[in-house]
């Protein structure tokens, strides 16, 4: 006599497609929030996911160079990235925001890319209304690996960028791309 076990029900594993490595490089020339800087901090949310960078004091181009990791199960996510500048006493001040999609990133991703010479560029992303970029953005195949080097112009803001970089992670028992 066979058994067959529980209904199995579906976990997260099932959806994900793989990690999605933010490397937050820099901010340059972030607006001024204190008296003469600011003490900036990035958060950056993708769906219901929310991470944090560490707070640079007094520096408004602050080195990060800090890696977030999101779970990546639905593609057409945007990323949002929003610079604050933490105040010990009242509630932080937003300096400024920008969003990207991953949607070119995770297409290229899904090309067979193995053998190509490392620092061959696969795609670009022109800057334009619908994403923040300021400058183009190369995908490029490093050492065997897919990265995307993004400068970022905020928004809702006088003056700041962001310098942050897309590498991806597959997960094994994950769904992959």
Known sequence: MTTTGPARTSSLMDDLLGLLRIRIRRGVNLAVRDINSSDPYIVV???KQKLKTRVISKD???EWNEDLTLSVTDPSLTVLLTVYDHDMFSKDDKMGDAEFEIKP???ALRMQ???L???TIVTTVQPSRRNCLAEESKVTWIDGKLVQDLVLRL???ECGEVEAQ???IDLP???GL
Request: glycine fraction near 16%; avoid cysteine; aromatic fraction near 8%.
């Open 105 to 107: 990133y995770i297409e």
């Open 113 to 115: 890319l193995d053998g």
């Open 155 to 157: 928004r809702h803001v």
């Open 173 to 175: 028992g994950s769904k």
């Open 60 to 62: 408004v181009n602050p």
């Open 117 to 119: 010479l490392s620092g």
């Open 166 to 168: 897309l590498q991806w």
């Open 45 to 47: 949310k993708m769906g």
